[in-house]
């Protein structure tokens, strides 16, 4: 019995042991869905309410399972709609394949109805692969090296198949002249680098007092090597913020993120260390990095193409990190002053108790870092947490301490706006017996993450934990850039862009069949986290924060925290006059003076 290559397609996915498509229909898969409807929908078609949306769930669903996320959508404006979420996959080395359609082959050049250049429109995006489906002999090697390409460079991939070729007969390639077989499998590599490169970088690394190092996500499968090595060297850690899930924040040496939503720790370690390893991190923010001629520094990264990037490193090491430390350690020595390690862990206690004083500053109606301080303690040991961009990043990059089994991420390259709530469904598809969480701002709930907020209503009882707490920042701003134009151009809040409207967040939530609340005050917060972990179903917490609370960053001086609250008043708030000079009093109190540490320039943006 013959079938079509639309089954075929879905079949040869299913021997992928690919689960779930994120996707959205449209004609121009038509002949897909019709091929699901025979499959018994396998693999499962997950509908999101936009095809951006489904792009991002297929990103989280990568993130947090390790496996490749697979998305789909019509031609023409599908295939447009996919763009954002899979330029987030890439830019943060995520393994995507997205499968699109496109307008039947008699119709290409005719300027028809929903044609677009595919190959055109996706040659950056997917530009380690991306092919047009022509005749069904072609369909199995085009599959395959998609998913194995996405896999092996973790990066974006696109299959495009017309209408009609969707329709035809599969048959298979043969044995013959210019047709290209293929076969199924991603066998595991792990590159190891040569003898010679681990002497020359362990001559660096021994050669230092005060080493430091970095950790990216790329060092998410190397935790127990990465202590070892830290513990020979005395060394401090710090963490990209795509890696703050890679080793754990209740460490004493663990310093926290780096760069603009870093920590104090990191920043001084950086500063005043003499020898830095990298493992698994493109940081691209080299102002965050030491001083040029300050550090002798070594650099591990699986990928090639990511050596030598953002430092003058001195040796570049291309291997898998676990298996590279391993290699290193038995040349390292042990340090014997610890008087280095002793500061970092004196300094990163003193931040912690730095950030639970932010947290209970006063603020109306709550303080932002309250909230999220708050979940602290009350996380899951298997939570896993996705963040939005915007200053809802800022509070989870220092107030949550990951650690164990917890996962987290967020659009950490792109930085894109939106990803916050269909990263946290793809984490529920990918591991539904565990409990997620998102932090969205106002701005990204409004934006996208409503509409998600149906997907999570349709969706939910198929999970085994039902838990999905949705935590939004309701401050009736777009914080993060209205502090940006405050710090960078000293210019006070533009309401016609900045304002947003207060929603119903809540109250919409219910209307669905979900769970509730709408937080108004300060001491309803920690109860409020208590019933949404506890909660029979998915739940949204609206929490009235306040805007007037300042993303401060970790080299900021005093001056420039007076000049950014001064800004403020340039407003007409009589209440922020008041916020100025009481929270300005409480930043004095508890953070050290830095006239006189030789802050560098602050930059804006990046993760």
């Known amino acids: 019995m013959s079938i079509k290559v639309s089954d075929y397609l879905l079949q040869r996915l299913r021997e992928w042991e690919v689960e779930h498509v ?20 396998q693999p499962r078609f997950i509908q999101a309410r936009h095809e951006e949306m489904a792009a991002f769930e297929a990103v989280g669903y990568a993130k947090f399972s390790g496996k490749p996320g697979v998305c789909a959508a019509t031609s023409g404006p599908g295939a447009i709609h ?20 496109q307008t039947n082959r008699s119709a290409m050049g005719g300027s028809y109805q929903q044609e677009v250049d595919l190959l055109t429109l996706y040659k950056d995006v997917a530009s380690d692969f991306c092919e047009m489906v022509i005749v069904p002999e072609q369909l199995p090697n085009v599959l395959d090296r998609a998913m194995r390409t996405a896999m092996a460079r973790r990066s974006v991939t696109a299959v495009i198949v017309p209408a009609d070729v969707q329709e035809l007969d599969y048959s298979p390639p043969e044995h013959a002249f210019k047709m290209v077989p293929s076969s199924l499998g991603m066998p595991h590599y792990a590159p190891v680098p040569s003898e010679e490169d681990l002497a020359r970088a362990t001559e660096v690394l021994n050669s230092g007092n005060k080493p ?18 830290a513990d020979h060297l005395g060394a401090g850690v710090a963490k990209a913020l795509l890696g703050k899930d890679a080793f754990d924040d209740d460490l004493p040496y663990v310093t926290g993120a780096i760069g603009l939503l870093g920590t104090r720790p990191s920043y001084e370690m950086m500063r005043d260390c003499d020898t830095l390893l990298v493992i698994g991190s493109s940081f691209p923010y080299t102002q965050f990095l030491p001083e040029f001629g300050q550090a002798r520094a070594v650099q591990i990264d699986i990928d090639p193409h990511m050596i030598g990037l953002r ?17 290193l350690l038995p040349s390292l020595k042990v340090a014997k002053e610890q008087g280095w390690r002793r500061k970092i862990e004196q300094d990163t206690a003193g931040w912690w108790e730095v950030m639970r004083r932010r947290a ?3 603020a109306d109606p709550i303080n932002p870092e309250h909230v999220t301080h708050a979940l602290n303690d009350l996380l899951p040991d298997n939570a896993i947490l996705a963040s939005d961009s915007g200053s809802a990043a800022n509070w989870y990059a220092r107030h949550l301490k990951l650690r164990g089994a917890m996962r987290g991420s967020l659009s950490g390259t792109l930085a894109t706006m939106g990803p916050g709530v269909p990263y946290a469904i793809g984490a529920k598809f990918a591991h539904g017996d565990r409990p997620a969480i998102a932090l969205v701002g106002d701005g990204a709930m409004q934006m996208n993450g409503m509409a998600e907020l149906i997907t999570i209503a ?11 707490v949705v935590a939004v920042f309701n401050n009736q701003d777009l914080n993060q850039v209205t502090w940006e134009m405050r710090a960078m151009e000293g210019a006070p809040q533009f309401l016609p862009s900045q304002s947003i409207p207060d929603v119903a967040y809540a109250d919409f939530a219910r209307s669905l069949g979900l769970d509730g609340m709408r937080i108004e005050k300060p001491g309803e917060v920690t109860g409020a986290w208590e019933h949404a972990l506890a909660a029979d179903r998915p739940c949204v917490l609206d929490f009235m924060t306040d805007p007037a609370v300042p993303p401060i960053p970790p080299h900021a001086t005093l001056d420039q925290i007076e000049a950014a609250a001064t800004s403020v008043l340039k407003g007409d708030s009589d209440r922020a006059a008041v916020v100025r000079q009481g929270f300005k009093a409480k930043v004095q109190e508890f953070l050290p003076s830095h006239r006189e540490r030789g802050n560098r320039p602050r930059t804006q943006g990046g993760r």
Not at 218 to 226: I, K
Not at 312 to 327: C, I, M, S, Y
């Open 458 to 468: 349709k969706y939910w009882q198929d999970w085994a934990d039902p838990r999905l």
């Open 360 to 362: 209970a500053v006063e």
């Open 311 to 327: 430092y003058p490193f001195e040796v570049n090491l291309v291997g898998d990190a676990a298996l590279t430390l391993r290699r």
């Open 212 to 229: 430091a190092i970095l950790v990216g996500q790329g060092a998410r499968g190397a935790r127990q090597e990465v202590m070892q090595v």
């Open 22 to 41: 994120f996707a959205y229909p449209g004609d121009g898969i038509n002949g897909l869905l019709a091929a699901w409807g025979r499959a018994d929908n």
């Open 82 to 101: 996919l763009l954002n979420g899979l330029y987030d996959a890439k830019l943060d080395h995520v393994p995507v394949v997205a499968v699109v359609g």
